[in-house]
C-alpha cells in the first residue's frame, strides 16, 4: 500500500471503514425520530421523507462530481473539503427553523458525504491490490454494520434525553472526528498517476466508463438489489411504530436486529465465492431475492417479529451483492480508480434514492408496497443480469 506517515494498514482499514459508515449514520441515526419531525414540523409522512430522498439522491450527484475531482487533485484535498461540508451542513439541521431548512441542510451534507464516500472507495483501491482488496472489501462491508445497528439505537435513546435535534449534532461529531483522520492522510494518489487535463476534462471520464458497456449493465444488474433496502428505510419507522404499535426505543431494537444481520453477508460471500462461480453466485441470489419478496407479502403482516423475519434475507442478499460487484469492478479497472468508484457509487444510490422515492408513495398498506418493490426489483435484476451474462460468460470462456 502507499506509505503513511501517521496511518498504519491497520488504522487505514479502521478509517476505510468509519468513512464508510457515514451513509447508514446519516440516514439510520434520526429514523426514531421520523414520526415526532413530522408532529413537530407539521408535516406530511412524504415532506419527512424527503430529507431522506433527498440526501441520497443529492448523495449519488455529489460522487459523480468529486470522483474525476478525486482523480485530478487528489484524494486528501477532496476528503477534506467534504469532512468540513458534512459537518457544517449537519450542524446546520440541528438548528433548522423548518421542515424546508432542514431539507436544504440535508443536501449540503449529502454533498459532502459524497466527497467522503467517493474517496473511501478509491483508497481501497490505492492501497490495497489482488486478494487483499478482495478481503478488504468484505471486512470493510462486515465492519460497516457497526453502523446500521448502532445509529438508530443511539438515536432512539437521545429521543430519551434530547429532541430529534441531537442526532444531528452527533453526526456533526462525527464529521469532526473524520476532518480530523483526513488531514492525518498522506496522499496515495501520486502527482504522475494524477488526470493531466482540464476539471472539465476530468468530468468527460465519467463519459467513458459509462460507455463501457459491460461495465454498466452489470453494474446497474445488481445496482437493483439496492432498491428494497432502501424502500424498507424509508417506510420502517412507519411501519413498526404507527404500524404494529411500537415505541421509538423498541423500533431501533427490531432495526438494530436486522442491520445485525448484514454483517454475515460479507462472510457468506467470501465463503460462497471460493465454491461458486461469479454466475452461479448471481443465479443464486436471484432466487433466493424471488422467494424472500412472495414470503413477505404472504406473512409480513401478521406480527412486527413475522416482518423482521421476513425481511432479513432481503438485507442479507444485499450485503453479499455489494461486496461481490464492488471487487468484480474493481478488479476490471485499471486506471482512473476515482472516476470508477464514482460510477459505481453514483448508479447504486442512484437506485437507492428510486427505492427511498417508492416508499413515499401513498401505498395503502405499506407492508404490502414493499413486498411489490421486493418483487418488482428482483424481476428487473433477472431481465437485466439475462441480458449482461452472456457477455461476460462469453468473455470468461476465452
Not at 255 to 265: M, P, R
Amino acid at each position: 500500500m502507499t506509505r503513511q506517515k501517521y496511518l498504519s494498514p491497520k488504522l487505514m482499514i479502521v478509517f476505510i471503514t468509519f468513512m464508510n459508515m457515514f451513509v447508514p449514520f446519516s440516514t439510520d441515526m434520526y429514523l426514531p425520530a421520523l414520526p415526532e419531525m413530522g408532529g413537530y414540523f407539521s408535516a406530511e409522512q412524504s415532506l419527512v421523507s424527503l430529507t431522506l430522498t433527498a440526501f441520497f439522491f443529492v448523495f449519488a450527484v455529489a460522487i459523480v462530481l468529486f470522483g474525476p475531482l478525486s482523480d485530478k487533485y487528489g484524494r486528501r484535498p477532496v476528503l477534506i473539503g467534504g469532512a468540513l461540508l458534512y459537518t457544517g451542513a449537519s450542524l446546520g439541521c440541528a438548528f433548522a427553523p423548518n421542515i424546508y431548512a432542514l431539507i436544504v441542510m440535508r443536501v449540503a451534507a449529502a454533498m459532502g458525504a459524497g466527497a467522503i464516500i467517493t474517496v473511501s472507495t478509491a483508497l481501497i483501491k490505492d492501497c490495497f491490490r489482488g486478494a487483499i482488496m478482495k478481503k478488504i472489501l468484505a471486512i470493510t462491508q462486515a465492519l460497516g454494520v457497526i453502523a446500521p445497528v448502532t445509529a438508530p439505537i443511539v438515536g432512539g435513546l437521545l429521543l430519551t434525553v434530547t429532541s430529534w435535534r441531537g442526532s444531528f449534532v452527533f453526526l456533526a461529531g462525527l464529521g469532526l472526528v473524520n476532518l480530523a483522520l483526513a488531514f492525518l492522510l498522506t496522499e496515495t494518489l501520486p502527482q504522475d498517476k494524477r488526470y493531466q487535463g482540464s476539471v472539465i476534462g476530468s468530468l468527460t471520464l465519467l463519459g467513458e466508463f459509462c460507455r463501457r458497456k459491460s461495465f454498466m449493465l452489470l453494474l446497474m444488474t445488481f445496482s437493483f438489489f439496492s432498491v428494497p433496502f432502501m424502500t424498507y428505510l424509508s417506510l420502517s419507522s412507519f411501519i413498526y411504530i404507527d404500524g404494529f404499535g411500537l415505541s421509538a426505543q423498541e423500533y431501533s431494537y427490531f432495526f438494530a436486529i436486522n442491520a445485525a444481520v448484514s454483517g454475515l453477508g460479507p462472510v457468506l460471500y467470501l465463503r460462497l465465492s471460493r465454491s461458486l462461480s461469479r454466475f452461479a453466485l448471481t443465479d443464486l441470489c436471484m432466487a433466493a431475492s424471488g422467494l424472500v419478496g412472495i414470503a413477505m407479502y404472504n406473512f409480513g403482516h401478521i406480527s412486527a417479529a413475522m416482518f423482521l423475519l421476513c425481511f432479513i434475507p432481503c438485507t442479507v442478499l444485499g450485503s453479499i451483492t455489494r461486496p461481490f460487484v464492488m471487487n468484480w469492478l474493481l478488479g476490471e479497472t485499471k486506471d482512473h480508480v476515482g472516476t470508477a468508484s464514482a460510477v459505481i457509487n453514483f448508479v447504486q444510490n442512484l437506485f437507492a434514492s428510486l427505492g427511498m422515492m417508492l416508499g413515499s408513495l401513498p401505498w395503502n398498506d405499506y407492508i404490502d408496497g414493499l413486498a411489490t418493490v421486493m418483487i418488482g426489483a428482483t424481476v428487473m435484476a433477472f431481465v437485466m443480469w439475462q441480458i449482461t451474462a452472456p457477455g461476460f460468460r462469453k468473455n470468461a470462456a476465452l
